[in-house]
C-alpha cells in the first residue's frame, strides 16, 4: 500500500496549486481519501475528503469554496485543487486512507503519504 502526495511549491497569496495524491495497493470501493495539512507549531489539520459516507466530497470550512477534491482512474490519483490561496494555507499537506469513509479528523486513517510543502507568500 503506497499514497505519495506531489505537487507542493511555492505560490503568492491569491494563486493556484494543484496537488495531487498517487494510490497504490488499495482496494477502490474500501476506502476514502482525505487531505490533511500541517503548519509549523499548529496540530494537523483536516482538510477534504472524497467519496465519505452521506457526501461524496467534504471539506472543512476554511477551505470550502476554495479549493476543491477530485479522483480519476477509479481512485488511483486524488487531487486538492487550491485557489485563492492565503498565507494561512501554507502547510505540509498529506493525504491518507480513510477506512470509514467518515471524512472528518475523527475517522481511522491507515496509511499515509509522505507530504508536499505548500508555501503562500503574502
Known amino acids: 500500500v503506497q499514497l505519495q502526495a506531489s505537487g507542493g511549491g511555492l505560490v503568492q497569496a491569491g494563486g493556484s496549486l494543484r496537488l495531487s495524491c498517487a494510490v497504490s495497493g488499495l482496494t477502490y470501493s474500501s476506502y476514502a481519501i482525505a487531505w490533511f495539512r500541517q503548519a509549523p507549531g499548529k496540530e494537523r489539520e483536516w482538510v477534504a475528503g472524497?467519496?465519505?459516507?452521506?457526501?461524496?466530497?467534504v471539506y472543512s470550512d476554511s477551505v470550502k469554496g476554495r479549493f476543491t477534491i477530485a479522483s480519476e482512474n477509479a481512485k488511483d490519483t486524488v487531487y486538492l485543487q487550491m485557489n485563492s490561496l492565503k498565507p494561512e494555507d501554507a502547510a505540509v499537506y498529506y493525504c491518507?486512507?480513510?477506512?470509514?469513509?467518515?471524512?472528518?479528523?475523527?475517522?481511522?486513517?491507515?496509511?499515509w503519504g509522505q507530504g508536499t510543502q505548500v508555501t503562500v507568500s503574502s
Open positions: 472524497i467519496s465519505c459516507t452521506n457526501d461524496d466530497t
Open positions: 491518507a486512507a480513510d477506512l470509514y469513509h467518515l471524512c472528518n479528523e475523527h475517522s481511522r486513517y491507515t496509511h
